[in-house]
C-alpha cells in the first residue's frame, strides 16, 4: 500500500520569504501522480499544483513549485513571495484516488 | 468555487441514527469520491464511483454505504452512527486528462456531520 510522510507537523514564514515544506512517498508503481492540496480555516480543500510522475520537468503553479525526485520519492513544495493568504494546512496526495500524508500547518508572520 | 455541491453543510445527529449526505459532481465529470476527515485519522479515502459503477473502495465502515444514480449525483449514507463517526465528509468528483491519462479530483466544501 501507498503511504505519504510529511514530516513537518507545522512551519512558519516571514511574510515576502520563501518557504519549503516537505513530503516522502512510499510506492512500487513506476507511473502515478502527485498533488499538493491546500486547506485553510474555512475547510475547503484547494488543489495548489500536481506534478506527473513521467515528466523530469518540476510542476510550476505562479508562485507555487514543486521539487519532485522520482529516486528519493521525495516531492516537496516550495512557495515563494509568502502571502498572509497562504497561511493553511497542506497536504500532500499520492495517486489517483489520493493517499494523503498527515499535513503541514503553515503559519505566516507579518 | 470548485462546482462540486454537497448538502447538508451541517448536520446534528444523535447516535444510532441513519444520516444521508448527498453530493452533485461537476458538470462533466464521471467520478465520484468520497473522503472522511477526522481528529485522530486524518484524511481517508473512503470509495469511488465512475459512472454509476463502483469503482474502489477504501476504509469504509460497513455500516456505510454510498451510490451513483444514472444523473452522476451521489449520495453518501452512514448509519447506526457512533460518537467517532463525527467528522467532515467530503466529496470529490475527477475529470479524466487525456494528455496525461490521469485524474485530477476537485473537492467540495464538505459536510460536517456532528453526533451527540
Known amino acids: 500500500a501507498q503511504t505519504v510522510t510529511q514530516s513537518q507537523p507545522e512551519m512558519s514564514v516571514q511574510e515576502a520569504e520563501t518557504v519549503t515544506l516537505s513530503c516522502t512517498y512510499d510506492t512500487s508503481e513506476s507511473d502515478y501522480y502527485l498533488f499538493w492540496y491546500k486547506q485553510p480555516p474555512s475547510r475547503q480543500m484547494i488543489l495548489v499544483i500536481r506534478?506527473?510522475?513521467?515528466?523530469?520537468q518540476n510542476a510550476t503553479e505562479n508562485r507555487f513549485s514543486v521539487n519532485f525526485q522520482k529516486a528519493a520519492k521525495s516531492f516537496s513544495l516550495k512557495i515563494s513571495d509568502s502571502q498572509l493568504g497562504d497561511a493553511a494546512m497542506y497536504f500532500c496526495?499520492?495517486?489517483?484516488?489520493?493517499?494523503f500524508g498527515a499535513g503541514t500547518i503553515l503559519r505566516v508572520k507579518s | 468555487d470548485s462546482g462540486v455541491t454537497q448538502t447538508p453543510k451541517h448536520l446534528i445527529t444523535a447516535t444510532g441514527q441513519r444520516v444521508t449526505l448527498r453530493c452533485s459532481p461537476r458538470?462533466?465529470?464521471?467520478?465520484v469520491y468520497w473522503y472522511q476527515q477526522s481528529l485522530d485519522q486524518g484524511l481517508q479515502f473512503l470509495i469511488q464511483y465512475y459512472n454509476g459503477e463502483e469503482r474502489a473502495k477504501g476504509n469504509i465502515l460497513e455500516r456505510f454505504s454510498a451510490q451513483q444514480f444514472p444523473d452522476l449525483h451521489s449520495e453518501l449514507n452512514l448509519s447506526s452512527l457512533e460518537l467517532g463517526d463525527s467528522a467532515l465528509y467530503f466529496c470529490?468528483?475527477?475529470?479524466?486528462?487525456?494528455?496525461?491519462?490521469?485524474?485530477?479530483?476537485?473537492f467540495g466544501e464538505g459536510s460536517w456531520l456532528t453526533v451527540v
Open positions: 458538470s462533466g465529470d464521471l467520478s
Open positions: 506534478q506527473e510522475a513521467y515528466k523530469q
Open positions: 496526495a499520492y495517486g489517483n484516488k489520493l493517499v
Open positions: 470529490a468528483s475527477s475529470v479524466y486528462d487525456r494528455a496525461s491519462a490521469g485524474n485530477t479530483i476537485y
